[in-house]
């Protein structure tokens, strides 16, 4: 009787001592659980290589600012050229133009024209320019002992000499009115207007070769 009951007390000590077993089986498998843990601290460690990056970022776009001072000389350059080229131009176009009007304040008489015209009379303004030759007469007169016919600048005689036509003008047909006219006078015409080789005349039916004469210049 009592071996029959020892046998079954063994194989319940064995089961016991498989059951502990286990249980120290399972404490293994739980440290290999904090192994696992350790990895990934160490997975953290790469954020590190990371911010190294952006600091090599940053030196590169200081380098690219330079480039605006390049710009900067550029500028300066041009706008100094511009300045200095229209201002020569200027001057020297106002100074050439100046030089070339002549002006002269012209009297008509019957004594110039060596004739008896009594009280006839005129005056005149004659402007000349001296490049192109272009001449102009605006003038009035009164009291000539008829009407006027026609009139003229004449040259080139120095007075009281008398000379050809050079230029014919318009003339109030009466005993007054006004003297107009322009042409342009040759290189040798302008020349002797202006050393005083010319002069306007009025004609009329009593006097056919003029009947008051006025000098113009020098």
């Known amino acids: 009787m009592l071996k029959k009951v020892a046998v079954p007390?063994?194989?319940?000590?064995?089961?016991?001592?498989s059951a502990g077993i286990s249980s120290i089986g399972c404490s293994s498998s739980s440290t290999s659980s904090d192994g696992g843990t350790g990895g990934t601290g160490t997975g953290?460690?790469?954020?590190?290589?990371?911010?190294?990056?952006g600091t090599t970022g940053t030196g590169g776009t200081a380098t690219g600012g330079a480039i605006g001072t390049?710009?900067?000389?550029?500028?300066?350059?041009?706008?100094?050229?511009?300045?200095?080229?229209?201002?020569a131009g200027g001057t020297a176009a106002g100074g050439a133009g100046g030089l070339s009007i002549k002006t002269y304040s012209v009297i008509l008489n019957g004594a110039m024209e060596e004739?008896?015209?009594?009280?006839?009379?005129?005056?005149?303004?004659?402007?000349?320019?001296?490049?192109t030759g272009a001449v102009t007469v605006?003038?009035?007169?009164?009291?000539?002992?008829?009407n006027a016919t026609v009139a003229h600048i004449h040259g080139l005689a120095t007075p009281p000499a008398t000379a050809g036509v050079i230029?014919?003008?318009t003339v109030t047909m009466a005993t007054s009115g006004t003297l107009t006219g322009s042409g342009t006078l040759t290189a040798p015409q302008i020349t002797g207007m202006i050393a005083g080789m010319t002069y306007l005349n009025i004609h009329t039916a009593l006097h056919p070769n003029g009947e008051i004469r006025g000098n113009i210049g020098p």
Do not use: Q
């Open 9 to 17: 007390l063994m194989f319940l000590s064995l089961g016991v001592l």
């Open 44 to 53: 953290g460690s790469k954020a590190t290589g990371g911010s190294g990056g």
């Open 70 to 87: 390049g710009g900067a000389g550029g500028a300066a350059t041009g706008g100094a050229g511009g300045a200095a080229t229209g201002g």
């Open 115 to 131: 004739v008896d015209a009594g009280s006839a009379s005129g005056t005149a303004t004659v402007t000349l320019n001296t490049v």
């Open 138 to 146: 605006d003038g009035t007169f009164s009291g000539l002992t008829g």
């Open 167 to 169: 230029v014919p003008l």
